[in-house]
């Protein structure tokens, strides 16, 4: 490849441009950090809300779709075929694993979300006929281990038709982040219709919930402008220079900070109880931010020796 890190694949006559996981911009993975963090938030407000969960969801998208119309300073979005399918990813992600937390106990639902790794790589294997590194399996193996370990303490087998949407939230996420990788799709107009979409859904709900509550509103508040809108903004910069595997390996990271920015709101005092995560939780933790950080440390060393050869 003479040291070029990005590959063209054809099919069906279409060139498919995809960043491999050999990248040499150190830039993309930190705004996908960063837009994770920002997505860890999650867990935490939502605790400060009492509204169901897709009134939740419509708020939080109508925000996050103000915050990108200030960012894009435009209301215009492209009806690309990759735009499409991605801001459909992004609604059923979002939606199947709401529906996914009603049904079945929280851990499951995260957990069986993050088996996206193993569909990108099976998304990559069946469309774009793209074998996955050795170092990218024992990745994905290594944080999923590492999630088991972390949620193994609150797992249950949980309910059938729960574990099910989670599945397919998981599926979902993993096109998110392969969809964002097409020629045809601007992450920015992707995700902005995905927000419109989401909206369109959840606000029917919100108009009949809503509460003149001070602290959900600010709670919801911060959820679509922070959790929601900044960091799509975040993710829509660190994936252009990121390979769909390695952007969804770091997003690991987001379940991990989740209880614990719970914990030291139950210090603080402002969670009327106090949740702290056991050992099992923080060698899990343990075992995902090291696997991540070494195998993005690996892969920059491959790109270093391709480049030079």
Same mark, same amino acid.
């Not at 150190?26 to 867990?43: D, E, Y």
């Not at 790794?117 to 074998?131: A, C, D, S, T, V």
């Given at each position: 490849m003479g040291g070029n890190p990005a590959r063209i694949i054809q099919r069906g006559g279409e060139s498919i441009h995809m960043i491999d996981s050999k990248h040499t911009d150190?830039?993309?993975?930190? %705004?996908?950090?960063? +837009?994770?963090?920002?997505?860890? %938030?999650?867990?935490l407000f939502i605790k400060f809300i009492p509204w169901s969960a897709m009134s939740i969801v419509g708020i939080r998208a109508f925000l996050a779709a103000i915050v990108f119309i200030i960012y894009r300073r435009s209301f215009k979005v492209e009806f690309t075929a990759?735009?499409?399918?991605? *801001?459909?990813?992004?609604?059923?992600t979002t939606v199947m694993y709401v529906f996914a937390n009603k049904l079945t106990t929280a851990a499951a639902a995260i957990l069986l979300q993050f088996t996206? !790794?193993? %569909?990108?790589?099976?998304?990559?294997?069946?469309?774009?006929?793209?074998? !996955?590194?050795l170092s990218a399996v024992i990745a994905v193996l290594l944080t999923l281990v590492g999630m088991m370990l972390f949620f193994a303490e609150n797992l249950d087998s949980g309910a059938f038709w729960g574990n099910i949407m989670a599945l397919i939230s998981g599926l979902s996420m993993a096109g998110v982040y392969v969809c964002n990788k097409r020629p045809d799709?601007?992450?920015?107009? +992707?995700?902005?219709?995905? %927000?419109?979409?989401?909206?369109?859904?959840?606000?029917?709900?919100?108009?009949?919930?809503?509460?003149?509550?001070?602290? *959900?509103?600010?709670?919801? +508040?911060?959820?679509?402008?922070?959790?929601? &809108?900044?960091?799509?903004?975040?993710?829509? @910069? &660190?994936?252009? @220079?990121?390979?769909?595997?390695l952007a969804c390996l770091i997003s690991a990271i987001e379940p991990i900070l989740n209880p614990i920015w719970v914990m030291l709101a139950g210090i603080l005092g402002f969670l009327p109880e106090l949740e702290i995560p056991g050992l099992f939780?923080?060698?899990?933790?343990?075992?995902?931010?090291?696997?991540?950080? &070494?195998?993005?440390?690996?892969i920059e060393k491959t790109a270093v020796k391709d480049k030079n050869s």
């Open positions: 150190r830039s993309g993975p930190v %705004f996908i950090v960063l +837009a994770s963090v920002c997505w860890s %938030f999650g867990g990759g735009n499409i399918l991605t *801001a459909v990813c992004l609604s059923s996206a !790794p193993i %569909f990108i790589i099976l998304i990559y294997l069946i469309f774009y006929k793209k074998k !996955p590194t799709t601007n992450p920015e107009n +992707a995700l902005f219709l995905g %927000f419109m979409i989401n909206t369109c859904i959840g606000l029917p709900f919100a108009l009949t919930e809503v509460t003149p509550d001070i602290n *959900a509103w600010v709670a919801v +508040a911060f959820l679509g402008i922070v959790q929601v &809108g900044f960091a799509y903004i975040f993710f829509s @910069k &660190g994936i252009k @220079k990121t390979s769909a595997l939780a923080l060698i899990g933790g343990i075992v995902i931010i090291l696997t991540v950080v &070494g195998y993005n440390i690996w």
